[in-house]
């Protein structure tokens, strides 16, 4: 009976993983602020990205803000151009991370007023504006104000709501975990034993979690409008970083049960022989 309660516990961790593995990372990564600046914190340097925004960017420049046609090819070459060299000038890594913490605050944030994934990339154009000065023959408007770009077409009401509640849902999880993985030692005959299982169910939702993100992912992706192509290029980067971001906390995952399983089988022969000695 013990045994059987024991496994129970074992599936039980298991199953818990499976489902709060993810929830905790988009607790981390996407509903907190400080977490999401720093996970899209290396896109401000690419390459692709800069030139999809600097492209965007002249194209709202003359649309919006009614600038000579003529001089549209000679703003988009000097955004252009400005795109590639700022990320290295003073202010630009400030520039970013404010606009990914204004774009939070739009979609996550208390008072967000966005039913759909979008960025603020208000500081970013200013910066950007900045940056090609007096290389212009007309005079470049600020976004202080910001300038919202929609990252996806469609509502994501209950989405956007699902990842404000993953901190909250993620600790139950996580509770639930240590709980049944704690039963399952108690419980056990051999502790060792279920250690090794405790590894092993590390090591298979580290191993089914990888399978289908890399294939969920992808499909997401592939159905979710975008807007623009400064859009579609954000969220492919976004889907890549996250695909690396909890690959990492899935190799750790699958260490960690791989020294268990390691830490179970040398404390079983080391008893196994400890009994032979006493009999």
Not at 8 to 15: D, E, K, N, T, W
Not at 79 to 98: C, D, F, H, I, K
Not at 163 to 172: E, I, L, Y
Not at 213 to 228: K, R
């Amino acid at each position: 009976m013990r045994q059987l309660i024991a496994m129970v516990c074992v599936l039980i961790a298991v199953v818990a993983a499976l489902i709060t593995v993810p929830m905790a990372w988009v607790a981390t990564h996407v509903a907190d602020e400080d977490g999401y600046v720093s996970f899209s914190k290396p896109l401000g340097s690419d390459r692709e990205l800069q030139r999809a925004f600097s492209a965007y960017l002249s194209d709202q420049l003359v649309t919006e803000y009614h600038l000579p046609a003529a001089v549209r090819p000679q703003v988009s070459a000097a955004l252009t151009v400005a795109a590639r060299t700022a990320s290295n000038a003073p202010g630009y890594t400030q520039a970013w991370e404010e606009t990914q913490r204004r774009s939070h605050r739009l979609v996550f944030g208390p008072d967000a007023r966005q039913d759909r994934l979008a960025i603020d990339v208000g500081p970013l154009a200013t910066f950007a504006i900045n940056h090609v000065g007096t290389a212009l023959p007309v005079t470049l408007p600020t976004l202080d104000g910001g300038l919202v770009v929609a990252v996806n077409g469609t509502s994501e009401t209950g989405a956007i709501k699902a990842v404000k509640d993953t901190p909250d849902r993620s600790r139950v999880g996580l509770i639930v975990i240590a709980v049944a993985a704690l039963g399952a030692l108690v419980f056990a005959r051999r502790r060792s034993i279920a250690l090794v299982w405790l590894g092993v169910g590390a090591v298979v939702v580290a191993g089914i979690l990888r399978l289908v993100s890399s294939h969920l992912a992808p499909s997401i992706l592939n159905h979710t409008p975008a807007p623009s192509s400064f859009a579609r290029t954000l969220q492919k980067l976004l889907a890549d970083r996250a695909a690396d971001s909890l690959g990492s906390w899935l190799l750790w995952i699958a260490i960690g049960g791989g020294v268990a399983i390691a830490v179970g089988v040398v404390l079983r022969v080391v008893s196994g022989g400890a009994a032979k000695v006493q009999a």
